[in-house]
């Protein structure tokens, strides 16, 4: 954790945010990139637009293999963007080749614990791959096959169930040095 960090190498450096569905990386990735006065991006959405079909649809018609070819070819093209916070979807860590486009970045990874995530994620139709009786089973089983790769990252924000979006971000602000300190953001405006 934490070797790859050079603060001079930081200015436009675009950030990835990985973690596991429901961690809060679309949530917090927006206000991050407001803050610091980058563009926001996120895969699900860019994934969605290519497709003209919804994740769930992605899914239900063609399956996690092409939902999964799309989000490399996606990652592909946002990872040669700069000054961009780049909302990852929780299972990018999973192929190899993702990791060559995500190191372009900062990657940070938002570490919530399973209650948190089942919380925030009860009644969701929208991600696929949740869709089981046992959220709470599902969920530690993705979180054991995935552990080590988000362990990979850069950074990692430890999240507590009673961490505002706003708290985090401050929290990554704090870790991340360098990217606040180009003469063109101004964080008063925000
Ligand atoms: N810090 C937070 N506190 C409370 N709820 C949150 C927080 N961050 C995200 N959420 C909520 O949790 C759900 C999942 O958040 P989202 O940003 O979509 O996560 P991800 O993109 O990592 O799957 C959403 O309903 C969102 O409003
Ligand atoms: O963890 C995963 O494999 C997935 C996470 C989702 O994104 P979020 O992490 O933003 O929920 C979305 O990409 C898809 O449903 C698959
Ligand atoms: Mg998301």
Do not use: C
């Not at 190498?9 to 990735?29: C, E, H, N, P, Q």
């Not at 563009?39 to 919804?54: K, P, S």
């Not at 961009?84 to 979807?89: F, Y």
């Amino acid at each position: 954790m934490n070797h790859r960090i050079d603060p001079d190498r930081l200015r436009g450096l675009s950030i990835f945010l990985v973690g596991m569905m429901g961690s809060g990386k679309t949530t917090a990735g927006q206000i991050l990139a407001r803050h610091i006065g980058y563009r926001f991006f996120d895969t699900d959405v860019l994934i969605e637009g290519v497709a003209g079909e919804t994740i769930a649809e992605i899914f239900q018609n063609s399956g996690e293999e092409t939902f999964r070819e799309i989000e490399t070819r996606i990652l592909a093209e946002v990872s040669s963007l700069t000054k961009s916070v780049i909302a990852t979807g929780g299972g990018i860590v999973l192929k190899r080749e993702n990791w060559s486009y995500l190191r372009h970045g900062l990657m940070i990874w938002l570490d919530a614990p399973i209650e948190v995530l089942v919380q925030r994620l009860q009644g969701d139709s929208s991600r696929p791959l949740l869709r089981e009786t046992d959220l709470e089973n599902k969920l530690t089983v993705l979180l054991e096959q995935r552990r080590s790769l988000y362990s990979e990252a850069d950074l990692r924000i430890a999240i507590d169930a009673s961490d505002s979006p706003e708290s985090i971000v401050d929290r990554m602000i704090d870790r991340i040095p360098g990217v606040l300190q180009q003469p063109s953001i101004d964080r008063e405006d925000n």
